[in-house]
Each structure stands twice: as C-alpha cells, then as structure tokens.
C-alpha cells in the first residue's frame, strides 16, 4: 500500500545509454513531480505535472523528458545518459491544483550510477 | 531570488540533548516554509510547515519550528533527541505562483550519540 513507488529503486548503466525510471501514485493526487538530488544532497526540482499537463520545466537538459500516461503515473525517460546525471531521483506527489501550501508526499527515490 | 541556506551541514547531539537546527530564507513576501525529514535510504516527509498565524508551528514527532521574519529565520527544535532522529533534514520555501514549486536548502545531517 506504498503511497509513492518508484522503480527501479537502483539503477548502474554505462554512459550514452537510455534509461527510464518509473513512479506511480495511489493516493489519488493531481500533481506530480521529479526532483534530483546531487551527491552533496542538494535537492532541486526538474519537472512537474498536473493532470498529465506539465507545469514546471525548470532548465533541465533536454535529454529528460517526462512523461505522464495518466494522473497516477509520472516516469522520467533519459536519453544519452552522461556522467553527470548520476544523483539519486526522488518523484513527489501533491493534491491539488499545485497550490504551495500543499503537502508533497515523495517516493523513496531511484539511485542512478552512470559509469 | 528565492533561496534558503542552512548554515551547518553536520551536527551530532547526544540522545536526550536539546536540538536546534538552523534554517534562513530569503523572499519577497510572506513566505511558506516546509521542514522534511529524509531518513537513510528513505524519500522525503513532512515535518511541519507554516504559512501564516501563530509562528510556532508544532509538528510530528515532536519537532517544533519557529518563523521569526525580523531574523528571515525559521529554526526547527526538538526538546529531547531520540536515537531515530538521526537522518536529513531539509528546510523549503514555497515559490510564488500555483505551480508547487520548492526551493530547498543544503540539508542538515543530524548524527545521535548514545
């Protein structure tokens, strides 16, 4: 009955791959999100989604390109991946319409090695 | 630009000590706050958050928090440390705007000696 999944929850590939990671949300919630947090742990938000609309594009390469088949669902798809895109992806949820004063609810996060 | 920093990355308490955790933002306006905890190898949870009213905001787990817009401050505090609190915790501002955006600081990891 986890409220956010995401999968998988660790992920190793070699540079110039493709890769996705998927979340799912149960609790009925309108809004998602993916975060990214670097290795000093600094969390920074890249996308969100409200009803399968994206809302926040927050200057992340173009390489990540969200995708929301329905509400419950936001995965993350990454093409050529790069050394740097090694951090560990949290995906969020929150009710409403994105109002700030929502309570997000976040996912135990994928762990990305690009070697 | 919205930003928040929290001034010490590390800090180790002794269980049953007093903790304090420092947080200052920087913004515009009236700000919301959040406070998460991010436990080893788990996502991030809410503790508290503040929007407007009383400045001290009580929360889960027994944590605290005080909003103090002379300081741009927005300390989170805990009377009695338990050996479970040792995790992450990430101090947030809410951006303007309907889009849920949350600016967060560094982290603070908290360590508990026995």
């Known amino acids: 009955d986890t409220a956010v999944s995401q999968t998988p929850k660790y992920l190793v590939t070699q540079m110039g791959n493709d890769k996705s990671i998927k979340c799912e949300q149960n609790?009925?919630?309108?809004?998602m999100y993916w975060y990214k947090q670097d290795s000093k742990k600094f969390l920074k938000i890249m996308f969100s989604y409200n009803n399968k609309e994206l809302i926040i594009n927050e200057t992340v390469p173009n390489r990540f390109s969200p995708k929301s088949p329905d509400k419950a669902h936001l995965n993350l798809h990454i093409n050529s991946l790069e050394l740097g895109d090694s951090a560990v992806y949290f995906c969020?949820?929150?009710?409403?319409?994105?109002?700030?004063?929502?309570?997000?609810?976040f996912g135990p996060g994928t762990r990305l090695t690009v070697l | 630009a919205q930003s928040v920093t929290q001034p010490d990355i590390h800090i180790t308490v002794s269980e049953g000590a007093s903790l304090e955790l420092r947080c200052n933002y920087s913004y515009g306006a009236t700000p919301y706050l959040f406070w998460y905890v991010q436990s080893p190898g788990q996502g991030l949870q809410l503790l508290l958050k503040?929007?407007?009213?009383?400045?001290l905001v009580q929360g889960i787990k027994g944590f605290e928090a005080e909003f103090k817009r002379s300081q741009s401050s927005f300390n989170l505090r805990k009377p009695s440390v338990h050996w479970s609190d040792a995790a992450e915790y990430f101090c947030a501002v809410g951006a303007s705007g309907n889009t849920g955006k949350l600016i967060f600081g560094q982290g603070t990891t908290l360590q508990v000696k026995p």
């Open positions: 609790l009925g919630h309108d809004t």
């Open positions: 969020a949820s929150s009710p409403g319409l994105a109002p700030v004063t929502d309570t997000q609810y």
């Open positions: 503040y929007f407007s009213g009383d400045t």
